[in-house]
Nanobody, 123 residues
Framework: QVQLVESGGGSVQAGGSLRLSCAAS????????MGWFRQAPGKEREGVAI????????NYADSVRGRFTISQDNAKNTVYLQMNSLKPDDTAMYYC????????????????WGQGTQVTVSS
């Protein structure tokens, strides 16, 4: 089964922090790559961060590098996105996704998707 459930979104002031969680089935979690993506109204979906589960390797969008951290808890089949120093431009619906590959991830090209969790950052 393919299952991805996000949680942890909310409303914060600029400079604040949030931690997003993505609970997955074991099958989905071990597919290969998992990632976080976001989409703001009127804008295209973009890749935020990805992690290669077996090697714990990560990559980030330039806009969040140094502020966001993607991590995993392998025993819980869960990935996290720790978001620090949040900016109003980070406001978006955030989605967890999984794929065997990472081709085109910066433009949101993953295969399996959760339903999203809203993050709103006020100035």
């Amino acid at each position: 089964q393919v299952q991805l459930v996000e949680s942890g979104g909310g409303s914060v002031q600029a400079g604040g922090s949030l931690r997003l969680s993505c609970a997955a089935s074991r099958y989905t979690f071990t597919t290969g790559y998992m990632g976080w993506f976001r989409q703001a109204p009127g804008k295209e979906r973009e890749g935020v961060a990805i992690i290669y589960i077996s090697h714990d390797s990560t990559n980030y969008a330039d806009s969040v590098r140094g502020r966001f951290t993607i991590s995993q808890d392998n025993a819980k089949n869960t990935v996290y996105l720790q978001m620090n120093s949040l900016k109003p431009d980070d406001t978006a619906m955030y989605y967890c996704a999984a794929d065997e590959h990472a081709t085109g991830w910066r433009k949101g090209g993953f295969a399996y998707w959760g339903q999203g969790t809203q993050v709103t950052v006020s100035s």
